[in-house]
């Protein structure tokens, strides 16, 4: 059996020019140093995210019902209408009885882009139940939401809702 000539390569000559090649290359010394880093950058920043978003977060979906939570949450349950603090961007504006019972209260919430609502107790948890953009007034609200009947509830009444936990 025969073989062709063979082949003579200079590996000097090939690592010299490699060597010259690699000086034009952008190189990564460490891969695993390079995914490291994205990895450790990236958690970090998803952390970061998610603590400011908590923060801010107005709204919770669970079990396909868009629930109150942070300061709406708090508003909700803590407010009595017109009893916001000046610096408070979450405003309850009226307190009402649904058609199957259950306490419904109007928002509003102000900011750049504005947003009114309403929102009715429901196992222990304020489900929204119509949301407008722009500062519509209670009234429009009231219309809105069908389920609404009767006039607002008395400050007293809230009050009373209030201390036992809005039943």
Same mark, same amino acid.
């Given at each position: 059996m025969?073989? =062709?000539p !063979?082949q003579?390569?200079?590996?000097a000559?090939?690592r010299a020019? +490699?060597?010259?090649a $690699?000086?034009?290359? #952008?190189?990564?010394?460490?891969?695993?140093?390079a995914i490291a880093t994205?990895?450790?950058?990236g958690l970090?920043?998803?952390?970061?995210?998610?603590q400011i978003?908590?923060d801010?977060a107005?709204?919770?979906?669970?079990?396909g019902?868009?629930l109150a939570?942070?300061a709406l949450g708090r508003?909700?349950?803590q407010q009595l209408t017109? =009893?916001? !603090?000046?610096?408070?961007?979450?405003?309850?504006?009226g307190?009402? +009885?649904?058609?199957i $019972?259950?306490?419904? #209260?109007t928002?509003?919430?102000?900011?750049?882009?504005?947003v009114?609502g309403?929102a009715?107790?429901?196992r222990e948890?304020?489900?929204l139940?119509?949301?407008?953009?722009?500062?519509?007034p209670?009234?429009?609200l009231?219309?809105?939401?069908?389920?609404i009947?009767?006039?607002?509830?008395s400050?007293?009444?809230?009050?009373?809702?209030?201390?036992?936990d809005?039943?």
């Open positions: 025969s073989h =062709g !063979a003579i390569i200079d590996l000559r090939v020019a +490699r060597a010259q $690699g000086l034009h290359r #952008r190189t990564v010394k460490s891969p695993r140093f994205c990895l450790a950058i970090s920043l998803g952390l970061v995210g998610t978003a908590s801010s107005l709204t919770l979906n669970r079990d019902m868009l939570d942070g508003a909700l349950n017109g =009893g916001a !603090a000046l610096a408070s961007k979450v405003r309850i504006s307190t009402y +009885r649904s058609r $019972g259950s306490i419904c #209260r928002f509003s919430i102000g900011g750049a882009q504005p009114t309403i009715c107790r429901v948890q304020w489900q139940q119509t949301l407008l953009n722009g500062a519509s209670p009234s429009t009231a219309e809105a939401n069908r389920n009947v009767g006039a607002a509830l400050s007293a009444t809230e009050l009373q809702l209030r201390s036992h809005w039943k």
